[in-house]
Nanobody, 115 residues
Framework: VQLVESGGGLVQPGGSLRLSCAAS????????ISWYRQAPGKERELVGD????????NYADFVKGRFTISRDNAKNTVYLQMNSLKPEDTAVYYC?????????WGQGTQVTVST
C-alpha cells in the first residue's frame, strides 16, 4: 500500500496550487482519504477529507471556501485544490488513509507561500 503526494512548491500569496495523492495497493475499494498539514514547530492538523465515493467532503474552518478536495477513482488519485493561499498555509501536506485498522501516510509535499 502506498500514498504518494505531488504538486507542492513555492507560490506567492493569493496564488493557487493543486496537490495530488496517488493511492495504490488498497484492497477491495478506494478508501476515504484525508489531507493533513504540518507547519514547522506545530502539530499536524487536519485540512479535510473525502469519502470513498467522493460524494461528501469535510473541511477545516481555516480552509473553507479556499480549498477543495476531489477524487478520480479511475486514476486512484485524490486532489487538493488550494486557492487564495496565505503565508500561514506554508506546511508539509500529507495524505492519509486507513484500511483494515491500519494507518497509511504519504511522504508529504512541501507547500511554501511567500513573496
Amino acid at each position: 500500500v502506498q500514498l504518494v503526494e505531488s504538486g507542492g512548491g513555492l507560490v506567492q500569496p493569493g496564488g493557487s496550487l493543486r496537490l495530488s495523492c496517488a493511492a495504490s495497493g488498497f484492497t477491495f475499494s478506494n478508501p476515504a482519504i484525508s489531507w493533513y498539514r504540518q507547519a514547522p514547530g506545530k502539530e499536524r492538523e487536519l485540512v479535510g477529507d473525502i469519502t470513498s465515493s467522493g460524494s461528501r467532503m469535510n473541511y477545516a474552518d481555516f480552509v473553507k471556501g479556499r480549498f477543495t478536495i476531489s477524487r478520480d477513482n479511475a486514476k486512484n488519485t485524490v486532489y487538493l485544490q488550494m486557492n487564495s493561499l496565505k503565508p500561514e498555509d506554508t506546511a508539509v501536506y500529507y495524505c492519509y488513509a486507513k484500511q483494515w485498522g491500519v494507518d497509511y501516510w504519504g511522504q508529504g509535499t512541501q507547500v511554501t507561500v511567500s513573496t
